[in-house]
Nanobody, 125 residues
Framework: QVQLVESGGGLVQPGDSLRLSCVAS????????MGWFRQAPGKERESVAH????????DYADSVKGRFTISRDNTRNTVFLQMNSLKPEDTAVYYC??????????????????WGQGTQVTVSS
């Protein structure tokens, strides 16, 4: 099994930046793809970013493209989400997820096998 723990959320003003981290433990020797999702109150959970194990394939939601950057350090079993130019509509609980699938990610959350508990990001003036 794999356990995922997110950190780095908080309350910031529009235009500020945050860096989220997700540390994996347990069965971390497999080649997991990773992703970040978010869910705002009353809304569906949506994919924010995805990164393959080798980081050769990366994808972003249109709403965050150009502002967010996903990266990973496999030696530390950690995936990051750098969030710049934050907007109020970015307010949500952010979750990281891991997948053992060898297939290319094409969207959705069924692709992922493991989920973290989430970290709150609030963007407000």
């Amino acid at each position: 099994q794999v356990q995922l723990v997110e950190s780095g959320g908080g309350l910031v003003q529009p235009g500020d930046s945050l860096r989220l981290s997700c540390v994996a433990s347990g069965r971390t020797f497999s080649r997991y793809a990773m992703g970040w999702f978010r869910q705002a109150p009353g809304k569906e959970r949506e994919s924010v970013a995805h990164i393959s194990w080798s980081a050769t394939y990366i994808d972003y939601a249109d709403s965050v493209k150009g502002r967010f950057t996903i990266s990973r350090d496999n030696t530390r079993n950690t995936v990051f989400l750098q969030m710049n130019s934050l907007k109020p509509e970015d307010t949500a609980v952010y979750y990281c997820a891991a997948s053992s699938s060898p297939l290319r990610y094409t969207g959705g959350d069924n692709y992922y096998d493991y989920w973290g508990q989430g970290t709150q990001v609030t963007v407000s003036s």
